[in-house]
């Protein structure tokens, strides 16, 4: 008890980061010193080495293939042989041995035809093999000025303006009465969930295809998480503000608030659409043709609906206006330029993730202002809101499928 006590009294004046630093240190020590022995009792593992491989990005130039490779399993992997449409070819590669998580570059020398379709293949020195599809074969472009500055055109095309013109329909939100503004709250809930599920899927799609030691799938649900919870808590520091400005419906005064919400949620969003947009067009997989940037004006138009629609109570400044059209369809450009540039699979996952769980909180910050004068949260109205929103931005949707 009097060791106690004298041990309860050496520490009593100590600060706080003191105390909470000492278990760290000694975790530290101990982590350190079992490195240092090699770790005693632990036998070499037995049994073949586990090798995966995958394929991070391909850059084609005139007779020459380029790929990004990683190795994503536990085993350092020595690259072999690569074999193009089942032919076995010369190549450089930019490491003899790749460890475990690290990236090699696969210089390929090989007269491909712009257009087709080729198959690679790469062996390890054990035998392990890994294969990669190019499913049509197009000159990477160059990243130089011009190449950046069409894809900020390509993003303001796609995201500032179609977003701006939705955001015309103001005036008409204004004009409708409180039934039918609930009903387009609901028409807004209703878009906004399916570009949730659409980024998810897409996310989920990518990181499938991508390496899986960094999370794979996981990244997608981890980003949505990560969203929500920053979101939810950005939400719970303004909360007094948001109650001064609110008014009964919790659409009126608060609509400014909610309207920054919804373009913050449809920002992320977009920021994950030009990743893809960038990444595609870099492969030569988007065609960049007239009725492609129509689609997109269409699709991307009732997202602005979708902005303005906690407005009609409120009539902001037009500074206020470009700024919310800004902060969603801005994001386009920036993720055209990264997808374009340095896409990855993995950062990719995780970015479409954010976007799904941004626009999932702005859903819960949106769904009570669909409520009737009964306290219905799916009454009829809501029900065809919600709807016509899916229906709407799914239909525009297949304008800019494949």
Excluded at 73 to 92: L, M
Excluded at 172 to 183: D, M, N, P, S, T
Excluded at 199 to 228: D, S
């Amino acid at each position: 008890m009097e060791a106690r006590g004298a041990t309860s009294r050496d520490f009593a004046g100590a600060p706080a980061w003191v105390l909470g630093a000492v278990p760290l240190a000694v975790i530290a020590s101990v982590i350190g010193l079992f490195a240092l022995l090699g770790g005693p009792g632990l036998g070499e593992r037995t049994g073949p080495p586990v090798e995966e491989l995958a394929v991070e990005r391909t850059v084609l130039r005139p007779g020459e293939i380029e790929l990004t490779v990683r190795n994503d399993g536990p085993d350092a992997v020595e690259i072999a042989q690569v074999t193009v449409n089942e032919a076995f070819v010369p190549f450089e590669a930019e490491a003899a041995e790749v460890g475990r998580l690290a990236t090699t570059t696969l210089t390929i020398p090989y007269p491909w035809i712009d257009g087709e379709a080729y198959g690679v293949g790469i062996f390890t020195s054990t035998g392990g093999t890994a294969e990669h599809e190019i499913p049509v074969a197009v000159a990477t472009p160059s990243a130089d000025l011009d190449f950046y500055g069409l894809m900020a055109l390509l993003g303001i095309y796609v995201g500032v303006i179609p977003v701006s013109l939705g955001m015309l329909w103001l005036p008409f939100v204004r004009r409708i009465g409180a039934e039918w503004l609930q009903a387009l709250i609901a028409f807004t809930v209703g878009l906004l969930a399916f570009l949730a599920v659409d980024a998810g899927l897409e996310g989920l799609e990518i990181a499938e295809a991508g390496p899986g030691a960094f999370g794979g799938t996981a990244l997608v649900y981890l980003g949505a998480l990560v969203a929500y919870l920053a979101l939810a808590g950005v939400d719970a520091g303004l909360s007094r503000r948001r109650e001064r400005a609110s008014g009964a419906s919790g659409v009126g005064a608060a609509g400014p608030y909610l309207a920054l919400l919804v373009a913050i949620g449809i920002g992320l969003h977009n920021f994950g659409e030009g990743v893809a947009i960038g990444s595609a067009y870099a492969v030569g997989a988007l065609a960049l043709g007239t009725f492609l940037v129509v689609g997109f004006a269409i699709h991307n138009t009732t997202e602005g609906l979708a902005i303005v629609a906690p407005l009609a109570s409120s009539r902001p400044a037009l500074r206020r206006l470009v700024g919310l059209g800004l902060i969603a369809g801005a994001p386009v450009i920036l993720g055209a330029w990264i997808g374009a540039a340095a896409f990855n699979p993995s950062a990719a996952a995780f970015l479409f993730g954010i976007g799904v769980g941004a626009i999932a909180q702005v859903i819960v910050q949106l769904a009570p202002a669909m409520r009737d004068a009964g306290g219905r949260l799916l009454h009829p109205k809501a029900v065809g809101g919600l709807l016509a929103g899916i229906a709407v931005i799914y239909l525009t949707g297949l304008l800019v499928a494949g």
